[in-house]
Each structure stands twice: as C-alpha cells, then as structure tokens.
C-alpha cells in the first residue's frame, strides 16, 4: 500500500469543523485540483460556489435540512452541474442550442461528481475534511436563487470543507467480492456477502458514538427506498432547460 491508497482508505466524512479559517491558496490548490479531474469531451461541465459568508451559510444549513455543519464549517462548497458556460463559450464562434437530453445532464453531473472527489482528496491531504450534503438538493430553487444560478445550472450537492474537529470511526463498506464482478455480473456472492455486511454494519452501528441503533445495511436501506423523496427535482430540471428528452 502506498501514501495515495492510504490516504483514500482512511476517509471518513467529518462534521465538527474547528474555527480555523482555510487558508485562501490550499482552496485555490484544491478547485486546480478538482480541475485535473477527467472530463467529458474536454466539457468541463460544472463550477463550484465556495460559500464563506456566514449568513449565506446559515441559510443554506436551513434550506439543505437544518444540518449545522453547513453553518460551522469555514467553507462550504456548493457543486454545480454547468452548460451555462458551454452555451456562452459556443456563442463566441457560433449561435447554438444545448441539447436538452438525458445524456447531456448525465455528462454535466458526472463531470461534477468527479471534479469534486479530486477535490475531496486534495483537501484531505492537506490535513482537511470533508462532508458531502445532498440535502442541497431538499430546495433547489431557493438554493439556485440565493447563489445566483443562472439558467442551464443546478446544485448536484454540497460538500463541507474545514479542520477537523472530530475523529469519527470509519465506516464498514461491502466486502470486495460483492462490489467486484469479473467478465460479466454476478450475483453469486450476495447471499454471504450481504449478510457478513449486514452483521459487520450492526456491529458498527451499536458501537458508534452517538448512534447505538440496532439495525444493518438491509435494513437502512429498505427504509431508505421506501422514502420517495425529492420528487420536485424533475420539474426543476426542466425548469433550468435540463429537459432530459
């Protein structure tokens, strides 16, 4: 194992920030960074808002679910899928009309999605944290308007950037040989390896700090499906000329 696959092992998601400010070029280190990330076609479909004005914080913390990490973390960054841009740059030698496809939206979002985790590792090697925040997405159309965001850009999610205050236990994942398949799917090893996780994950959750929950993977995760949420993000898309066609 070498310094990189150490560092990606160890993650773990941090809420309790210290009050220590980050320093303005670790920021710019970690958005180049970001930018090294691969990306479709050369798009580069996505921007990234670093919020660090204290009210805008408060009420994103408000708007992404009462999540108070949002307000405490020095920085607090907000991903955006972006074909503003492209549309802008295009216009510079030609008039031309974004696609409004499922593919386009996938390749913005993907685009973000990957910049981001660049970003994640760069901050962590610097001795930072991280905590993404999908509940970015419980308000879309306040969050749009309160940062501005123009046509043909959503918030994908948010990530929470600061010094550590917190050593939170690592979480258990799948094993391996469940996430792994060779030459084509398989799901011969779900029986075993869904139960050894189940057990593993039960075990965690009655150990971990402030939890003491007795559950395991199947069932957080039936839970989780039986909550439709977010059901407001089609018409939103749509709204921003993510038609999705």
């Known amino acids: 194992m070498n310094d990189t696959i150490a560092l990606l092992q160890a993650h773990r998601s941090i809420r ?3 009050p220590d400010e980050v320093p303005e070029e670790q920021l710019l280190e970690i958005i180049r960074s970001a930018q090294c990330a691969p990306t479709s076609s050369n798009m580069q479909a996505y ?5 660090t004005d204290p009210d805008k914080k408060r009420e994103l ?3 992404a679910g009462d ?3 949002i307000e405490q973390c020095p920085v607090f960054l907000v991903w955006c899928a972006d074909l503003h841009r492209l549309k802008y740059a295009c216009a510079q030698v030609e008039e031309v009309t974004v696609p409004a496809t499922t593919e386009i939206f996938i390749v913005a979002t993907v685009d973000t999605a990957l910049a981001a985790q660049n970003a994640a590792v760069a901050a962590e090697s610097l001795g930072l944290g991280t905590v993404y925040i999908g509940g970015i997405r419980n308000n879309p159309r306040e969050v749009s308007e309160l940062l501005g965001l123009p046509d043909l850009v959503y918030p994908v999610f948010g990530m929470c950037l600061g010094y550590p205050d917190e ?5 258990p994942r799948l094993p391996t040989r469940t996430v792994l398949h060779r030459n084509r ?3 011969d090893s779900f029986e075993d390896g869904v139960a050894e996780y189940n057990e593993t994950l039960r075990r965690y959750m009655l150990t971990r700090a402030g939890s003491h929950k007795d559950s395991n993977w199947s069932k957080e995760m039936a839970a989780r499906l ?4 977010r059901l407001h993000m089609k018409s939103f898309l749509s ?7």
């Not at 709204?239 to 066609?245: H, Y």
């Open 226 to 229: 039986r909550f439709s949420g």
């Open 47 to 51: 921007s990234v808002i670093a919020v």
């Open 16 to 18: 309790k920030y210290k």
């Open 167 to 171: 050593v939170p236990t690592k979480r």
């Open 67 to 69: 999540q108070p990490y």
């Open 61 to 63: 913390a408000r708007l």
């Open 239 to 245: 709204d921003r000329g993510f038609r999705l066609e």
């Open 185 to 187: 799917y398989s799901a």
